[in-house]
Each structure stands twice: as structure tokens, then as C-alpha cells.
């Protein structure tokens, strides 16, 4: 709305700001103060044998050898899955983008599907798939070309696989969105001038669906730090994420809330840490402004 | 038992939530268990109960507890077959005999009872819980129960503690796959670690204090009364030979899943749970008992319920030696109570009648007390 469409000598605050309110306590309520429970309660709440000062739960953790090594891990598959979201995703919205939008329609359900089905589900079956007696080995040892079973479970690679294909609408979605919006004419504009249609891409279409594409990075990078229920059941303990020792310091033993509180917050100072690193490269507000221009 | 993973507060939530909400989601099947009491002894059960406590409160919460019409209790546990067990066993019959409803929650959660007394708001009044929890460590966090209503001495040795009380006891033992082990038994731990032997994967709970460690230390030859304070170079030394061929397991039916299917040859499981391998999935599984663990889950009351008194009086009723058997008429899980009687189909297959010389008992409070140091040890190593 255009501010000049505001009648004189109206409320200063626009009228329709009113509708952001049940968000806002929303936010505040659900987000902000469990967030600040969550802080204090790192600096705060200890189990009664140890240390009491302020850092205290902070100095537990980077003390805890496994802890740093399952932190570096989290981030670490996190940016696989983000890479590997990228590589399948940006082809497969740009193939979106060209065909007819009957044909879209479908490619977009085809994305979706997984999306309304059983997280635990879909693990579980990679689990049964890719497992030592599963189909997969089974078939290739029935027709003899191997003679054990092929390692496909319990690596990185199935980690990367099961979380890939639950965080790829995430992916897919905000760059098709952009590309959406790009005008077909700027393409033709640029063959006129002489461009070939890969110099055309490089220089006109990709820079143009840029945004889309770091919405997406964003979007499946932050979702995959909160992972573990995937990494654990695909994985070996090696590919163990930090969202499993928060869980298992809060919920089991002496129900540690200050240290998982502490690893909470970690997470999240590091996660701001590469959500302001990634500020500097690219303007997060033209990312995320992209998406109320249409 | 086996609260610890909540396979249900899925990974895709924003992380910095973890620590205030679990949902709830994999559902531990408690197992099997019986009495350690001969079966004469049960003959007369609700007669030796009022004779060996010589208390009349004691024989009259047994048969005849107090009334109270219209009162509503919440009772928690861990879902599905289990709590259904309970409900006709303990739950149903109460009601009828005491007025007293119960509303039911499915899936114990030690994170909820904790967040529940700090806010002052305490909605749950008995809850089902594992051996890990219930000790000092949880003072702040429960109440303490009231043993002149209780029958601590009828109760199996070292199952009832200032805070709660063992209401079914259970195995932490081993089975195995039969065609996978071409048809030979192990004949103990120490053959769990023979890869020679027996060829195939190995499963173990992702745990430090579940068992697995102790396991290793038996298969290297420590004794089963000798395992505490644990030994954890030496066992993570023992788990080293195998290491490869572990597959670990964070839930229950995993492990079930998991040795029905072949993908284990053997692995560590809570014997209800290779019960319903070999009984429920019609699987080729069998148990082995040599140095299983004898554990129990507990009733405990958080501090501040307002219904304390009508569930003290519940949990006194349910550890009886007349009631406390009452669920194994509908699953394979026994009673605490040394002279009570499990229903006799199940008998051969409790955890309790497998007890031998060769039986661990779990160290709760030494393992609860050191969990941070034996999981920080056990994590650095299962991680490399």
C-alpha cells in the first residue's frame, strides 16, 4: 500500500499492521522468551557436583572431546546436504521453468509428495532398502556380481542421501519462485546481441535467480543443523549431529538442562556467525525482499 | 527403561527448542518379568501378603483400599501393549474397587515431570518410569514414598527406593538369529565377541549406561558382582575387536526388527522385546540368559501432585503380592513383588525365572551419578 493512500490525519500506525499482532505474540511468546530461558538457563542451572560459574556448562562442552568433534560434524552435514540439495535442485526447478505449466504442475507435486509423508517413515525405509540384507544387496548378490554386501548404509553418503530427499522442497521451491519472475524477454534480449545461450545463462539467468538460490542454501542449511533423527538411523555414530546429545543431556541421566541449554546456544551463536558471514557476500534483504515483490 | 530417545521430535525443528520439548514417538516395550518366588509360595498370595507384613494397613490397602468416589488421577507410562497391560491390570480394577478414575497419558517423559515441578503446575500424579530415574539425583523432582503403605520387604531386593518403587522387573539379555548362527547357541558373551565363531553383525544399544559396557566387560571375563565401579578402557578395549560389525540401535524395535530379520545375527535386547521377535513376528529367535541384567521400571510420584495421597495408596495396591501380577494375565511382564504369581503360560519365558549365579544387577545410582564422565568416554570412542 502506498503511503499517500493513507487519508489525512489518520493513525500514523497503518491500520493493517493490527493483523501482525497475533504473529508477533506469537513470536514473542513461542520464540523470543523460550529462547531467553534457554540463555539464562546455560548460565545458570548446573548439576549439583560441578562447577558453578557463569560459563561453567559452556567449559563442560568444548571440554568434551566428542562435543566439538559432533559440532564441526553438524556443520559439516549440514553443508553437504546443502551442496547436494543445490546440485539436484537448481537443474530441477530450471526444468520447471521451461516446460509448459501443466507439466510444471506435476514436476511441483513430485516435490511435494514427500513432504506430506512420515519423516520416520521415509528414514526407515532407506534403512530397510540399504541395509546389508536388503533389497539392493540381496539382488546384487543373488546375480553374483558381489560377493558380501556393499557398504551403503551407516556411511556419510546415506546420511546425505535420507536428508536430501527430505529437505529438497526446501531447495527447489524458493529458486523456482524466482526464476519464476524472470522475464523470458531478457534471454531473447540477449541472444539478439550476440550472447550464446550458455554465455546467456552465466551471465544473464543464473546472477537474475541468484536470490532463489541462497533463500534456498538458507533455508535447507539452517533446517539441516536441527537434524538427527536421519543421521542416526542412516548413519554410523560418526555422522552423529549435535541436536542428539542436546536431546539425550535433557532428557536422560541427571536431566543436565544447563549443558544442553549450552549446546542450544552454541548452535544458535554459530549458526548467526554463517547467517552474518553470508550477509557480507550477498544482500540477505534483497533475498528475502524478493519474495513480497511480485 | 528406555525413555531416553523421543524419536518424535523430529530433526527438522529449529534447534534451540530441544531443550524445552520432547514429543514423544518411539515407544520402549518394557519386558517380560516374574517373580523370583517359588509358585507354592503364590498359592495363597493375598494371605502371605497380610501375614508377612504383619501390618493391617498393609493387608487392608491390598484388598480393600480406601474409597474415593469421583476423584480423578493421572497415570503415565510408555504407551501401547505396555500400558495397555496396566490399564486392565492395575488401572481398571482399581477404578472398581475405589471410584477412583484415571486419566491416562502415553509416553514418560523425565524432561515433562521436571518441567512440570519447576513450574509449579503438576499434572501428573503416578508415572512409569525407567531404572535410570527415581534415585537421590531426582530428590528435587518426586516424592517420598510412603513405606508404612507399601510392602518394601515383599518387594525383590534392591527395588524399592526412597523415591519409587519397581512395579515389573525385566532382562537385558541377548538373542539370536538361528539361521543366522547356522543353528549353534552361544554360549555367552564371550562368544558375542567371536566374529570367527559367529560371522554377522552385532547390535547394541547407542547407550553408555544401557548395558554395554558391562557386557563387554563380562565377555572379557570380569564377574557380574565385580563390574562397579566399570572398567571403561577395558571395555571399550573388548568392544574394539568387534567394532566393525557393531550396528548400534536406538530403539527398541529396532533391536526387534533388526535380529528378526537377519540384519543382526545377535545383538543386546530387552527380552520383551525378542519375546515379540520370536512370539509376535514369528521370527527364528532365541535368548540367551548366561549374564543377563535383571532390571526393573519404577512408579514414582511427582513432588507436588495434588492427588499424593490416592496415588501413594494406588502404587501400595499395585506392588501387592494379590495384584501386582495382575498384568502378565494379558503380556509376558511379571511381577516385583516376591510373592506374587505371573500367569503360568509366560513363566519359561520371564526374566526372572532365567535368574542364576550368573545375573547382573544394574548399579543405578553409580550409573547415573557418573553418567556425564561414562558418556563422554563412550561417545568420544563410539564416534571414531
Redesign the interface.
Known sequence: MLRSDRPAGGPIVNRWAALAVPAIVFLVIGFLVPLLVIASRSVTEFPKSADHSLLANYQRFFAGEANVRVLGNTFWIAGLSTVACLLIGYPYAYLMNLVRPRVAGLLLIAVLVPLWSSLLVRTFAWDVILRDTGIINRTLIAIGLIDGPLPLLRETHSVLLGMTQILLPFMVLPIYTVMRRIDPEYGKAAANLGAPPIRAFVRVFLPLSLPGVIAGCLLVFVLALGFYITPAILGSPKNTMLSEFIVLKATTGTLDWGLASAMAMVLLVLTLVVLFVASRFVRVRDVFGSIDQE | MA??????????????????C?GGGATPSPSVAAPSAPASVAASASASAATASGSPALAEVCTAPPKHEGQTVTFVSYGGAYQEAQRKGFLQPYSQLTGVQFTEEEGT???KI?SQVEAGQVTWDIVDVGN?FGLD??AD?LEPLDYNLIAKDQILEGFAGTYRVADMTYGVAMAYNTDKTAGKVPAGWADFFDLQKFPG?RGFW??A?GGVLEFALMADGVDPKQLYPLDVDRALRKLDTIKDSI??W?TGAQSQERIG???YALTMIWNGRGWSAKHTDNKPVEMVWKNQFLTADFLVIPKGSPNKDIAMEFIAWATCANNNANPSKYIPYGPTNKFATADPKNVADLAVSNVDESTAYFDDAYL??N??EL??KF??W???
Open positions: 525413555s531416553r530417545f523421543r524419536f518424535a521430535a523430529l530433526g527438522s525443528a529449529i534447534v534451540m527448542v530441544v531443550a524445552a520432547t517423559d523425565y524432561a521436571k535410570d539425583a531426582n523432582l553383525n547407542k547407550y549406561t550396528v548400534w536406538d530379520s537377519g540384519e547415573v551419578d553418567f556425564d558418556d563422554a561417545q568420544a563410539v564416534g571414531q
